[in-house]
């Protein structure tokens, strides 16, 4: 199970990046059955039983807070796209954005579907300057194809996704922040109350999602909620995307789903391929640098028989 590929089955053939061979392997079928078999709010419901959490940091539950988005008749809602990936160490937001920008775009249309929103955007780090050019490429292609712009596949459903480049302020990862970015204004966070999917961007209610949760929607619905909660563990269901780097012998971005070790992770040849010259292990980093380090006593199987597992609840 632990080498099951959702998000990365295709990362690997060529032309993946464009249109037509990530339509060729199966893309924008999941927008065409969302589409077609579901109304907005039997996607929610299936991201609710996929059990999917925010890929973000805090791991919020996805279906729940597409639930609590407000409804007021008449006012816009938007979906936000949080793709400013500042955070030390990560970059698997990056590499599914340059290597497989069709599957956020279609995540990003399947989304903004269930939540009833005629307008979204990718609000990428700045740094990421070449990414925008090859979002917006997708962005091209897809609205060429008919996935975007008004009454889609004949279904009522009118949609447009911008691309926002911010500044270089790792603040404006922070949610509220990243909207008054976005605004056009300083990116100071907000104070919550009111949350975004109240009161978010131009006063409106908002959805903001990390890309690689954008990203999981396509399986979802391709695969179905219940078959995605299946994998993993309790509340960390479906697979997740790792970025490792630092003194490996194999750094680079995993697919894993959440059974196993972070000793398993480090050293397995199938991961990141132990330390170079076999140096001992004193202590890794989790996640981004703002997560405590994790010295080697707490993660390596101890004479208890305790394991750290690569998931929310042991980390
Ligand atoms: C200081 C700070 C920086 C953050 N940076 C990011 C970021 O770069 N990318 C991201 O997706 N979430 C970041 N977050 C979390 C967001 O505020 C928000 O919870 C997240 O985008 C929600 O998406 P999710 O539910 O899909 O995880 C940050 C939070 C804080 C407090």
Redesign the pocket.
Known sequence: MASIKLLLANDKVEGIRYYEAYRKHGGYASLEKALKSYTPDEVTEEVKKSGLR?????G?P?GM?WSFLAKPEGIPRYLVC?A????PGTFKDRYLMEYIPHLLVEGMIISSYALGANTSYIYIRGEYAWIVEILEQAIAEAKANGWLGKNILGKGFDHEIYVQRGAGA??C???TALLESLEGKRGNPRIKPPFPAVKGLWGCPTV????E?IAAVVPIINNGGEEYAKIGVGRSTGTKLLSACGNINKPGIYEIDMTISVEEFIFSDEYCGGIPNGKRLKACIPGGSSVPILPANLLLKTAKGDTRYMNYESL
């Open positions: 925010g890929r973000g940091g805090a919020f996805t807070k949080n400013d990936e500042s955070e790792y603040i990862g922070e949610e903001v999602n990390n890309v949760t």
